[in-house]
């Protein structure tokens, strides 16, 4: 359904507040109302991180999928430090000139040690649009869990990353108490359990 006016966009200014290994953009600007005419002019500082893709890895013989556990700054509590270590699905930055199916291959090997044969895209998902222009590209891997476990991540990146292979069962669970709170892990993870008999039959199993 169209909406009743056009939306557009007017840019009063753009001023680069921050530029360092992140880049911080503040906008002046002013856009269209639905119900007619414009707002008011606006001031927004946006965060410039780049580009990510997430990874779920998973077994469908043995119905197990691959997590990660690492210290996460962004999630730092110094009244209960256990909350600073998120349990997460793999990730990466897009770095120049690499495509997101290449990261994704290559954060498996860095973060968890395990080898993906097959590659099916879920979503590309805006991470928190309110002040970040970040995209993440979900993707659910095809693994052989039986090969996967211990301590990974490379100490030149300070990365203490401990792998974990679970059940999607459990995984679901873990979710449901609150463990698995990070939204790309939580997104890949519901997506699989809605279409875990469509990878089956994708990856002609059983």
């Known amino acids: 359904m169209s909406p009743p006016y056009p939306k557009k966009i007017e840019l009063v200014d753009k001023i680069l507040a ?8 503040k906008y002046h600007l002013r856009h269209t109302l639905f119900r007619g005419g414009w707002s008011g ?23 197990q999928v691959v997590l990660v556990e690492q210290f ?11 909350q600073s270590w998120l349990w997460e699905i793999i990730a990466g930055i897009i770095e120049p000139e690499e495509t997101p199916i ?17 590659l099916i895209p879920l979503h590309k998902v ?49 979710i ?10 939580i997104i890949a993870l519901q997506w699989l359990a809605l279409h875990k008999a469509m990878v089956k039959q994708r990856w002609q199993v059983a």
């Open 18 to 25: 921050y530029n360092g290994y992140f880049k911080i953009v």
């Open 126 to 174: 805006l991470l928190s649009p309110g002040g970040t222009t970040e995209t993440c590209q979900l993707y659910c891997g095809r693994v052989d869990a039986s090969t996967v476990g211990g301590i990974y991540g490379l100490a030149e990146e300070n990365e203490d990353i401990q792998v974990h292979v679970v059940t999607l069962d459990e995984a679901l669970a873990l």
């Open 41 to 63: 002019e606006m001031s927004r500082e946006v965060f410039e991180r780049g580009h990510a893709v997430a990874l779920l890895p998973y077994d469908p013989i043995r119905e």
């Open 102 to 118: 290449e990261v994704a291959h290559r954060e498996a090997e860095e973060e968890a040690g395990c080898r993906v044969t097959d």
């Open 176 to 185: 449901d108490k609150g463990i698995i709170c990070s939204s790309p892990a």
């Open 72 to 82: 996460r700054a962004g999630a730092l509590s110094l009244e209960n430090p256990e």
